[in-house]
Nanobody
Framework: QVQLVESGGGLVQAGGSLRLSCAAS????????MGWFRQAPQKEREFVAA????????FYGDSVKGRFTISRDNAKNTMYLQMNSLEPEDTAVYHC?????????????????WGQGTQVTVSS
């Protein structure tokens, strides 16, 4: 059974930083692309960032470019999202997911397994 567990969310002031982690079990993710999506209340799910299986390629949503950094440690079966210069607009539940091979990185429909999410709240 594949399971993804996010951690690292919390409450932070604008301008602050958080580091999210996504730990996978039940599947060796070293051959899979992975991604982060977020969803705020009354808003659609939004692509945040994605990373190729080896970490050699990364992709970012326009709203987080230059502020967020995605990375992974395949030896630990874990993916990370370093979030700097946080803004109130970044407030959302952040989900990690595993991508189906060959499908677009930025589309939520490309992802098969999802975590339950971790809440990030940025106060102004």
């Amino acid at each position: 059974q594949v399971q993804l567990v996010e951690s690292g969310g919390g409450l932070v002031q604008a301008g602050g930083s958080l580091r999210l982690s996504c730990a996978a079990s039940g599947l060796a993710v070293s051959l899979s692309g992975m991604g982060w999506f977020r969803q705020a209340p009354q808003k659609e799910r939004e692509f945040v960032a994605a990373i190729s299986p080896t970490g050699g390629s990364t992709f970012y949503g326009d709203s987080v470019k230059g502020r967020f950094t995605i990375s992974r440690d395949n030896a630990k079966n874990t993916m990370y999202l370093q979030m700097n210069s946080l803004e109130p607009e970044d407030t959302a539940v952040y989900h990690c997911a595993i991508r189906r091979a060959g499908s677009p990185y930025t589309s939520s429909g490309s992802y098969t397994y999802w975590g339950q999410g971790t809440q990030v709240t940025v106060s102004s």
